[in-house]
């Protein structure tokens, strides 16, 4: 158990949907990461946010955006949703003083039908 | 930008046995580190090993080690008495340091072990 944790596990909609996933970092830190990870795109960084505030973005889609609230938990929120957003969805956490290791949750299985 | 390329989309080894798993990477810094993990069936991610690139020794965790050529830009894993446990994916990984910029990891696409009794 890394202390990261994602809710829901799996999540099953239909296209044109909104979602909102959701992660709790590690204990003290600060870093929060998402990651997707699709079949034809493998392990991709999407966007960081340190303390509150976007740090770093990836590939992230426009329909996508992301949040750190003052608890220092995320959520991804992920709208107009197509077929090809149906991909394993990471949330890591590290404490950035610690030479930036990542410790991954378990991930959200999404599914858009 | 970076980009890390695993060539052994599958590889399997007999319990008790050692597998090297490769990884090679590029970028133009000379200060990153490197990273294994990996992803058995429950499809977690977990972390192996980190390596640091300003580090000569090369890294060890238990039965885990790898071997860093940092001229070659080249970072292997290997596994020393195998067990079926070990069967996953691994994923190599780079990182530039942390600074605020932020950072992100870049993953390679992975290598499927199977570690038959």
């Known amino acids: 158990d890394s202390g990261v944790t994602q809710t829901p596990k799996h999540l099953i909609t239909a296209t044109g949907q909104r979602v909102t996933l959701r992660c709790s970092p590690r204990?003290?830190?600060?870093?929060v990461y998402w990651y997707q990870q699709s079949l034809d795109q493998g392990l991709q960084f999407l966007i960081q946010?340190?303390?509150?505030?976007?740090?770093a973005k990836g590939n992230i889609l426009e329909r996508f955006s992301a949040q750190q609230f003052p608890d220092l938990h995320s959520e991804l929120n992920l709208s107009s949703l197509e077929l090809g957003d149906s991909a394993l969805y990471f949330c890591a956490s590290s404490v950035v003083l610690d030479g930036g290791t990542q410790y991954f949750g378990p991930g959200t299985r999404l599914t858009v039908l | 930008a970076q980009t890390v390329t695993q060539s052994q989309p599958e590889m399997s080894v007999q319990e008790a046995e050692t597998v090297t798993l490769s990884c090679t990477y590029d970028t133009s810094e000379n200060n990153y580190y490197l990273f294994w993990y990996k992803q058995p069936p429950s499809r977690q991610m977990i972390l192996v090993i980190r390596?640091?690139?300003?580090?000569?020794q090369n890294a060890t965790e238990n039965r885990f080690s790898v071997n860093f050529q940092k001229a070659a830009k080249s970072f292997s894993l290997k596994i020393s008495d195998s067990q079926l446990g070990d069967t996953a994916m691994y994923f190599c990984?780079?990182?530039?340091?942390?600074?605020?910029?932020?950072?992100?990891?870049?993953f390679g696409e992975g290598t499927q072990l199977t570690v038959n009794p």
């Open positions: 946010y340190y303390n509150g505030e976007e740090r």
């Open positions: 390596q640091e690139a300003y580090k000569q």
């Open positions: 990984a780079f990182m530039k340091p942390p600074n605020r910029h932020g950072s992100r990891l870049t």
């Open positions: 204990s003290g830190d600060l870093s």
